[in-house]
């Protein structure tokens, strides 16, 4: 898209250049149209496309060459790729318009998105008739949250099920979570202090953290985590290590040991399932509160953090599991 409008912005342009680091008068800055001009209109629209830059992903970052069809893209898939270096050397060959391409691509966009909402609001309003079933328990919600953690790129998951716990049980506990950072946004650059950060409802000071794990937690992963939190002011409490993977008996005695070393901030490692389960008995009476927060979690990820698939397969399966009941 960000091609097509510059072409039709500056017909002199290549097309097949959209990066100034190539070089030549018709050589441009695709990112700028991208970021400029493409990212509000997608975003008002609701077009199933990236929210960041297309041009900072790894397939097309940097390049300095121009896009001519023998040039090869590792991206997956790889016909993508392909064709769609095959239609910008088509509109530079002018066996194409970039007008008829860009119109084209967004009544497509436009079909996908419709398409998808579509299956979203049947798949919420079969939710919906069952509103008079008995909530389902703590060991079913349990069972419900392992088959979605076992779907594929499931990795911004664990991080919904910690926000969703706290936002079901903040009164009773007078903590919420802040809000929640961007799921490919780094610590670094947000000046978070790990995937969630909880805060005392009369404060806005950081009192616990907690870092996902989509695999085992390391000493290395600890002995970072320990970098971050001697530099927050003020000082926190806890920081949580959540994981899907096996916690190894030496680590964990590992991050025991870090409360002596940091002077009273304890660091700790958690099984992710193990974590809820005890989160749904001890708040029992809010384990649909729990459910439905994180519902509204997983539906209101972009598709780059939770795609479509996967907000479909947790629709799919809490209505099977109401609907056994």
Do not use: W
């Not at 519902?295 to 109401?322: G, I, M, T, Y």
């Amino acid at each position: 898209m960000s091609c097509m409008l510059a072409k039709i912005h500056n017909p002199a342009i290549d097309p097949r250049k959209p990066y100034t680091e190539i070089g030549g008068d018709d050589a441009f800055s695709g990112r700028t149209y991208d970021e400029q001009h493409l990212t509000g209109f997608i975003t008002r629209h609701r077009l199933p496309c990236n929210h960041t830059t297309a041009f900072l992903t790894p397939a097309l970052r940097n390049r300095d060459a121009t896009f001519t069809t023998d040039v090869v893209i590792v991206g997956r898939p790889p016909q993508v790729y392909e064709d769609t270096i095959q239609l910008l050397d088509d509109v530079f060959a002018k066996r194409v318009s970039a007008d008829d391409v860009l119109v084209d691509t967004l009544r497509i966009l436009l079909l996908i998105r419709d398409e998808k909402q579509s299956r979203m609001e049947t798949l919420i309003a079969a939710l919906k008739q069952g509103d008079e079933a008995m909530p389902l328990a703590s060991e079913q919600i349990v069972t419900l949250l392992g088959q979605h953690l076992a779907c594929k790129h499931s990795s911004r998951l664990p991080v919904l099920i910690v926000a969703a716990a706290y936002q079901a049980a903040s009164s009773c506990l007078g903590k919420q979570a802040a809000p929640l950072r961007g799921h490919l946004a780094a610590d670094q650059q947000t000046g978070a202090g790990g995937d969630v950060e909880i805060c005392l409802l009369s404060e806005e000071s950081v009192c616990t953290i907690y870092e996902m794990k989509d695999k085992r937690v390391t000493q290395n992963d600890i002995d970072h985590a320990i970098e971050k939190i001697v530099k927050c002011d003020p000082r926190i409490d806890n920081y949580v290590f959540i994981t899907t993977d096996v916690i190894e008996c030496e680590v964990a005695e590992y991050a025991g040991a870090v409360y002596n070393k940091t002077g009273g901030i304890e660091v700790v490692i958690l099984d992710c399932m193990g974590f809820i389960r005890h989160f749904l008995h001890l708040f029992h009476q809010s384990r649909t509160q729990f459910l439905n927060a994180y519902q509204d979690l997983v539906l209101a990820e972009p598709d780059s953090a939770v795609n479509q698939p996967l907000k479909e397969a947790f629709l799919s399966l809490r209505h099977a599991a109401e609907s056994d009941e």
